[in-house]
Antibody, heavy 118, light 107 residues
Framework: QVQLVESGGGVVQPGRSLRLSCAAS????????MHWVRQAPGKGLEWVAV????????YYLDSVKGRFTISRDTSKNTLYLQMNSLRPDDTAVYYC???????????WGQGTLVTVSS | DIQMTQSPSSLSASVGDRVTITCQAS??????LNWYQQKPGQAPKLLIY???NLETGVPSRFSGRGSGTEFTFIISTLQPEDIATYYC?????????FGQGTRLGIK
């Protein structure tokens, strides 16, 4: 079964760190671009980051650049998002999504909620 | 950044109606546009990619058209299960951006 399963969300204080994971199964993880997209409570969708299939090219939303790091471990079929210096406006459900290098596409995880609050 | 403007932000229609949602890009994005459906508590689901291509397994009552800056998403015959929020999303350049969403309800 083709699926993505996120984990690692939770409640964290401003300024602290959190690492999200996205476990892929049922497909060849290494040939797809992978994305993180977030959705603040009651709001729309916001693209956060992409890592190309080869794991070298990485691009970020300006507001997370320098704080968030996207990575992938092909041996574990897992995508990561290391989030440092978290701010209250990072509070959102974070989705991982399979796609091309240019866009999320057809497979999305169920999402994991990150709440940044003191 | 390319801004995506969807309209309307919400609408109500009756079962069987034809529903149209538009999405305008702030600059030419060719056909690099996707449409998603999101139901409450669920992840987005890809319906249309590259402006007019129906994703595998998606009912044929959904369609999309347009290029450049003007795009249209159509549900030909509204069904009760189509109640959701719909988003357009460009992938012409980074950052990828989404429209603000259109919340579709039943009259």
């Amino acid at each position: 079964q083709v699926q993505l399963v996120e984990s690692g969300g939770g409640v964290v204080q401003p300024g602290r760190s959190l690492r999200l994971s996205c476990a892929a199964s049922g497909f060849s993880f290494s040939i797809y671009g992978m994305h993180w997209v977030r959705q603040a409570p009651g709001k729309g969708l916001e693209w956060v980051a992409v890592i190309w299939y080869e794991g070298i090219n990485k691009y970020y939303l300006d507001s997370v650049k320098g704080r968030f790091t996207i990575s992938r471990d092909t041996s574990k079929n897992t995508l990561y998002l290391q989030m440092n210096s978290l701010r209250p406006d990072d509070t959102a459900v974070y989705y991982c999504a399979r796609g091309t290098n240019q866009s999320p596409r057809d497979i999305w995880g169920q999402g994991t909620l990150v709440t940044v609050s003191s | 950044d390319i801004q995506m403007t969807q309209s309307p932000s919400s609408l109500s229609a009756s079962v069987g109606d034809r529903v149209t949602i538009t999405c305008q890009a702030s600059q030419d994005i060719s056909n690099f546009l996707n449409w998603y459906q999101q139901k409450p508590g669920q992840a987005p689901k890809l319906l249309i990619y590259d402006a007019s291509n129906l994703e595998t397994g998606v009912p044929s009552r959904f369609s999309g058209r347009g290029s450049g800056t003007e795009f249209t998403f159509i549900i030909s015959t509204l069904q009760p299960e189509d109640i959701a929020t719909y988003y357009c999303q460009h992938h012409d350049s980074l950052p990828i951006t989404f429209g603000q969403g259109t919340r579709l309800g039943i009259k």
